[in-house]
């Protein structure tokens, strides 16, 4: 691995995959993701209230002749339960970046309902999950899922695992 963090080589791996617009619901585990968006004259970073509209906003990119990416937690999975058959239905393509929680070292027993039904959830619903485990490989991983949702128009979500990301604490 470079001397670049995983994050910074995630990010240039969207660069790369021709991602124009990133939509998130704030989260620390994606932050230096949104700030480097947010830093960037060619990315447009778009601040959501709920994660569905990200998947909405994606497919309004793609119709308009650009490719987003979509940033959330994993708990907000399930607010997109409904709207992941506009992507299906429509092929158009849907990429999505989910930081896990409810896993490694989790604090929080509110997570892990959510961060153990991610997957099967997302695969439940057509979406084509990828997961990464190890910082070595989070670009690579990145990098071959926007090919595949953008080369085949299908929805595709990677997983950065809470070990990967680090367990949230909050100072007591």
Same mark, same amino acid.
């Given at each position: 691995m470079t001397s670049a963090?995983?994050?910074?080589?995630?990010?240039? *791996?969207?660069?790369t995959a021709r991602i124009t617009?990133? !939509?998130?619901v704030p989260?620390?585990?994606?932050a230096q993701l949104i700030e480097a968006a947010h830093a960037d004259p060619d990315m447009r970073?778009?601040?959501?209230?709920?994660? +569905?509209?990200?998947?909405?906003? !994606? *497919?309004? !990119?793609?119709?308009?002749g650009q490719r987003a990416v979509l940033l959330m937690q994993s708990s907000g999975v399930g607010n997109c339960i409904n709207i992941l058959s506009l992507p299906l239905n429509c092929r158009i393509p849907s990429f999505t970046l989910i930081t896990m929680r409810g896993e490694w070292a989790e604090f929080n027993p509110w997570q892990v309902p959510m961060g153990s039904a991610t997957p099967?959830?997302?695969?439940?619903?057509?979406?084509?999950?990828?997961?990464?485990?190890? *910082?070595?490989?989070?670009? +690579?991983?990145?990098?071959?899922?926007?090919?595949?949702?953008?080369?085949?128009?299908?929805?595709? !979500?990677?997983?950065?695992s809470q070990r990967l990301i680090g367990a949230k604490v909050f100072a007591k």
């Open positions: 963090s995983w994050q910074a080589q995630v990010y240039a *791996a969207l660069k617009q990133l !939509a998130y989260d620390a585990g994606h970073a778009v601040v959501l209230t709920t994660e +569905e509209e990200g998947i909405a906003l !994606a *497919a309004g !990119a793609w119709l308009g099967t959830v997302l695969a439940a619903a057509g979406v084509h999950v990828r997961r990464a485990d190890r *910082a070595d490989d989070a670009a +690579e991983i990145v990098a071959a899922s926007a090919a595949l949702a953008f080369d085949s128009a299908v929805p595709v !979500a990677v997983l950065f």
